[in-house]
């Protein structure tokens, strides 16, 4: 006990927050100290000189005889015999007991000296520990997303089994694994910043996205949130992060995606993606400083296939366009749906206007090729309006409008027909815009009004019928002839009501002049290709009739030749209703389209009127003189009634006389004039130049 005194050693003792006891060999407690009487609730009196089995249980006793057994026998100080304790109240410790042989002067063992140390609180906080480490490993081990902590040189030093699996690798190959071995060379350095970030602004980093590669090579997606790992000291030792799996939901976006921009019916990309990669080819050919072209097609009657033989052959019509359209393209060539009949095509790096020309015919031809519907062979066709980066229009916007209006430009020279963009067409359409909006108070405010000009009979002179010919006088806008006005009038549907009109003034008129007691003659009117699918047409017609009282006989109706280029099987319907009326029907501006002479055949015509460019080019014009020839002779042969317009010259009537055509009409004889005008003219019967 060095220098110690028995009693100073003992107040020592009695002050240490452990138990402190002494035993005989037997077991009866010879000293204990304050801190082990608090520990099991016993005063000093009432434990020394008691055997420790009376103040615990039994298995208790058994455990604590077994290690004083063992502590005698070897004579190896006993460490940490884990014992629960009872209290005289009964409630319970957990201490833990070390202890060591006491022995005599002589070396002799004459009983046992330990701590008897409290460690209720510090087992619990074990407990709770392990417990919470048992409950945060089978929450790693057994949720679905992947669980990882890497050193700071990205290398694994934790996995999870979700990780292993869905990248393939086992838990020990991947233990130490670098980055580089499941990523692409670009997800690596977008990892790598990723990481970086977090490690220098200590913030972790949530849901972001990025490509892996498994071990078996395969690619998918995942998502990770990322944070920092700091040792006790706050440095950072690594990284830990959650990555989730979500290859299928972004195989379900790109789905979805692929709907989004994808023509259901067609499988073209549609209107999104056009805009997409409009956008793209602008940046590009910016960039590269080329040119580009954008087509806008349009199916000409493709209304009319829809109505005629129902949705199903029109959707089977569109899907053809589609597949036709693909192969008569290069693969550069981008090809899109924007709805409806509407398709649209860029071609990119135009080198020259030809070579954009020949591939817009080659569209225009592939479209045209025969297409069998219902066991039917129909002949369809496009409208194509082209704008060319960047003279037309250095974004979107103005060029999707330049070949939108182009293709407008394209319908109105009739159909299967292209059109470039002009600052011509452009500002044709401006003024469009203007008369469209003008042209509704035009027939309340009495605007409109009809000229007629005379027809006559070749050989006697006599004037036979006079044509109707539509007129707008605008205050503002002065005089608007026709041919500006019918487009805006067709586009705007406009014409349907002014048409009605034109057939009621023109029928009272002809009824008028009949009841001043002028001859009766004939009447020819006008109808555009609107007017000719409306379907209250032939109502219309009945009731102008009606109203009038005119005979059919000399109601004429005039369809231009451009207009049987569009469905055909159509306008023949309309024709031979028209000819149930009782009317009669005139082939206007003959020669100057496609249409072939053999088809002529077909039509319910009684007239076929030669235009007027070709008329103003004879007798000079070789080719022209044998084109009208060739009208005369055609139809003649169909008995058909020939009326040359245009006529302006004395050597153009030579040129049509016997045996040539019927009748003639043009400004060698009379301009269109008023109907007081046109009254004078019938009245004197016959043309004094024509003797
Ligand atoms: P169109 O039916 O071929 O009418 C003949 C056109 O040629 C008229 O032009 C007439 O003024 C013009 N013309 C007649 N003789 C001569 C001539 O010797 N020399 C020249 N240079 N021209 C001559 P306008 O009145 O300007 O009408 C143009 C077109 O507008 C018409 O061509 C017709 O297709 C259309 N149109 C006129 N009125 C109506 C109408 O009421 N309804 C519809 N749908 N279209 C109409
Ligand atoms: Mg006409
Ligand atoms: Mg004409």
């Known amino acids: 006990m060095g220098g110690l005194k028995e009693k100073e050693y003992r107040s020592i003792i009695d002050n240490i927050q452990d138990g402190y006891f002494e035993i005989d060999l037997a077991g009866t407690y010879i000293y204990v100290n304050t801190a082990f009487c608090d520990l099991y609730g016993y005063t000093k009196e009432e434990i020394v000189g008691v055997n420790y089995r009376e103040l615990t249980n039994e298995e208790n006793a058994r455990k604590a005889f077994r290690a004083f057994n063992q502590i005698y026998q070897t004579g190896v100080t006993g460490k940490l015999i884990d014992y629960e304790a009872v209290r005289k109240d009964g409630s319970w410790r957990q201490v833990e007991i070390s202890a060591s042989l006491i022995m005599d002067d002589s070396g002799k063992p004459i009983g046992f000296r330990g701590t008897s140390r409290d460690v209720t609180e510090r087992r619990q906080m074990e407990e709770r520990l392990r417990r919470s480490e048992e409950r945060y490993r089978a929450i790693i081990e057994n949720i679905e997303d992947a669980c990882f902590e890497v050193d700071l040189k990205g290398r694994f030093t934790f996995v999870n089994d979700a990780l292993c699996s869905n990248l393939g690798y086992t838990r020990e190959e991947l233990i130490g694994m670098d980055q580089r071995k499941y990523s692409e060379d670009d997800t690596v350095r977008e990892l790598f910043l990723l990481f970086n970030k977090v490690y220098r602004t200590g913030e972790p980093v949530k849901a972001y996205s990025f490509e892996l590669s498994r071990k078996d090579g395969t690619r998918g997606f995942c998502e990770i949130s990322v944070s920092l790992i700091r040792n006790k000291q706050g440095e950072p030792i690594g990284f830990r992060g959650i990555a989730r799996d ?3 939901r972004k195989k379900h976006e790109e789905q979805i995606r692929y709907l989004a921009t994808h023509d259901v019916l067609t499988g073209l990309p549609n209107r999104i993606m056009f805009r997409e990669v409009l956008q793209q080819n602008i940046d590009f050919a910016y960039r590269y400083r080329q040119q580009f072209a954008v087509l806008f097609a349009d199916l000409d009657g493709f209304k009319i296939v829809n109505d005629t033989f129902g949705h199903e052959a029109g959707d089977m019509v569109l899907i053809e366009c589609a597949v036709r359209l693909r192969s008569a393209l290069r693969a550069s060539d981008f090809i899109a749906r924007l709805g409806g009949d509407e398709f649209v095509i860029l071609v990119k790096n135009v080198t020259s206007i030809e070579n ?15 297409l069998t519907i219902k066991g039917k062979e129909h002949a369809l066709s496009a409208s194509i309006g082209v704008s060319i980066y960047p003279q037309d229009g250095q974004d979107k916007q103005s060029l999707t409008k330049a070949a939108d209006l182009a293709m407008y430009a394209a319908k ?15 500002a044709q359409f401006r003024e469009r815009t203007m008369f469209e909006e003008s042209l509704p108070q035009a027939m309340e405010r009495n605007e409109l009004f009809l000229e007629y000009q005379p027809k006559l009979d070749l050989k006697t002179g006599a004037i036979t019928g006079v044509e109707a010919l539509l007129r707008w006088y605008n205050p503002s806008l002065g005089l608007v002839t026709p041919m500006r006005l019918i487009p805006a009038a067709e586009s705007s549907g406009l014409i349907v009501p002014i048409g009605r009109w034109v057939l009621r003034t023109a029928c009272e008129k002809n009824m008028a002049w009949q009841r001043q007691g002028l ?14 699918m409306d379907e209250r047409l032939i109502d219309d017609i009945k009731e102008a009739l009606a109203e009038s009282g005119m005979d059919p006989g000399l109601l004429e109706l005039e369809i231009t030749e451009n207009l049987l280029l569009s469905y055909f099987p159509r306008i023949i319907n309309v024709l031979n209703q028209l000819k149930e009326l009782g009317v009669r029907l005139a082939l206007d501006d003959f020669g100057s389209g496609y249409s072939s002479l053999a088809q002529i055949r077909h039509l319910p015509v009684d007239t076929l009127k030669i235009d007027r460019s070709i008329v103003g080019n004879i007798p000079v014009n070789k080719i022209d003189m044998a084109v009208a020839e060739a009208i005369v002779g055609i139809g003649k042969s169909l008995d058909m009634t020939i009326v040359a317009e245009g006529v302006e010259t004395p050597e153009q009537l030579a040129c049509l006389q016997d045996p040539f055509c019927d009748e003639v009409q043009g400004f060698y004889f009379s301009k269109p004039v008023s109907p007081e005008h046109a009254a004078e003219l019938i009245s004197k019967r016959k043309f004094e130049t024509l003797k």
């Open 356 to 370: 954009l020309t020949t591939l817009v015919n080659k569209v225009l031809a592939t479209i045209r090729e025969p």
């Open 246 to 248: 979500i290859t299928e």
């Open 412 to 426: 109105e020279k009739g159909n299967n027909n292209f059109q470039f963009f002009s600052m011509g067409i452009k």
């Open 519 to 532: 001859p009766r003659i004939g009447m020819a009117v006008n109808l555009s290709h609107r007017q000719l």
